[in-house]
Nanobody, 124 residues
Framework: QVQLVESGGGSVQGGGSLRLSCVAS????????VAWFRQSPGKEREFVAG????????SYIDSVEGRFTMSRDNGKNTVYLQMTRLNPEDTAVYYC?????????????????WGQGTQVTVSS
């Protein structure tokens, strides 16, 4: 059983930056594919970025490509999402999710373990 805890959310002005962290416990972290999703009110949960256990594959949605960078430190059981040039459309609750299958997928139901989420609010 893997537990995921996100942190690093907050409120920023447009153009600003935030770094989200997701710390895992209860499993062999480097076996797990991890993804960041986000959800804003009235919208479906949206894939943002994902990374395989060994870090060999990283995928992003088009709207964050070049602005967000996902990375992981398996020694610290932690994944990060560095977010730059934030805009109001990035406002959402951001969730960390994990799966044992070594393929990044954008489908939320493919992930077994989820964190509680961290709020990101970007003002114009």
């Amino acid at each position: 059983q893997v537990q995921l805890v996100e942190s690093g959310g907050g409120s920023v002005q447009g153009g600003g930056s935030l770094r989200l962290s997701c710390v895992a416990s209860g499993g062999t972290f480097n076996y797990y594919t991890v993804a960041w999703f986000r959800q804003s009110p009235g919208k479906e949960r949206e894939f943002v970025a994902g990374i395989r256990g060994n870090g060999a594959e990283i995928s992003y949605i088009d709207s964050v490509e070049g602005r967000f960078t996902m990375s992981r430190d398996n020694g610290k059981n932690t994944v990060y999402l560095q977010m730059t040039r934030l805009n109001p459309e990035d406002t959402a609750v951001y969730y960390c999710a994990a799966r044992i299958v070594p393929v990044v997928t954008a489908v939320p139901s493919s992930y077994v373990y989820w964190g509680q989420g961290t709020q990101v609010t970007v003002s114009s």
